[in-house]
T-cell receptor, first 116, second 113 residues
Framework: GAVVSQHPSWVICKSGTSVKIECRSL??????MFWYRQFPKQSLMLMAT?????????EQGVEKDKFLINHASLTLSTLTVTSAHPEDSSFYIC????????????FGPGTRLTVT | AQSVTQLGSHVSVSEGALVLLRCNYS??????LFWYVQYPNQGLQLLLK??????LVKGINGFEAEFKKSETSFHLTKPSAHMSDAAEYFC???????????FGKGTMLLVSP
């Protein structure tokens, strides 16, 4: 149980284009979903937290107009990187949490974005 | 504010040797603590978690960790390392009642034959 999927697992796009990454909780309802960014050999940096049906809460320094997050249902959240630039190349990981007291997060497998 | 310090960006052990990965935390309230493992180009897998029950927590793959409030530590151990344990390990902390995790910088475990 508690499986989170991400699609695509990797994507290459040209500078100036937009890319959408999907995060799905497959066997549970996720009250909250999180988006992280991880640079090579570094830790995960929280980008934003989203709750179903409401606007995402972005961490300081994260451009909300560039990284659009939509949490349309209890099983799906999307991250759209708009007008991508090479510096947006990174490993993006989502996680989903269900409110069962321990607030455990279940992580997706990640999406490798390369902007050329 | 919470913070997590993982001592040692890299730890090298021989196969069969004891694994000890250190984690110290800072939190204004009794925290929830987690250890995750990450294999290359993959997401994070939960190894174990402390949520204010037993202070010695057993996880998957033979790992365990002990919550020591007096030392503000949550070190991860495994009696005998296996080659398949080679990966990046992250310690994380959250406040009870809040779902946001704060991660340490990670420790790369290297296992030599």
């Amino acid at each position: 149980g508690a499986v989170v999927s991400q699609h695509p697992s990797w994507v290459i796009c040209k500078s100036g284009t937009s890319v959408k990454i999907e995060c799905r909780s497959l066997d549970f309802q996720a009250t909250t979903m999180f988006w992280y960014r991880q640079f090579p050999k570094q830790s995960l940096m929280l980008m934003a937290t989203s709750n179903e049906g409401s606007k995402a809460t972005y961490e300081q320094g994260v451009e909300k107009d560039k990284f659009l997050i939509n949490h349309a249902s209890l099983t799906l959240s999307t991250l759209t990187v708009t007008s991508a630039h090479p510096e947006d190349s990174s490993f993006y990981i989502c996680s989903a949490g269900e409110d069962r007291g321990t607030y455990e997060q279940y992580f997706g497998p990640g999406t490798r974005l390369t902007v050329t | 504010a919470q913070s997590v310090t993982q001592l040692g960006s890299h730890v090298s052990v021989s196969e069969g040797a004891l694994v000890l990965l250190r984690c110290n935390y800072s939190s204004s309230v009794p925290p929830y603590l987690f250890w995750y493992v990450q294999y290359p180009n993959q997401g994070l897998q939960l190894l174990l978690k402390y949520t204010s029950a037993a202070t010695l927590v057993k996880g998957i793959n033979g790992f365990e960790a002990e919550f020591k409030k007096s030392e503000t530590s949550f070190h991860l151990t495994k009696p005998s390392a296996h080659m398949s344990d080679a990966a990046e390990y992250f310690c994380a902390v959250s406040d009870p009642g809040y779902s946001t995790l704060t991660f340490g910088k990670g420790t790369m475990l290297l296992v030599s034959p």
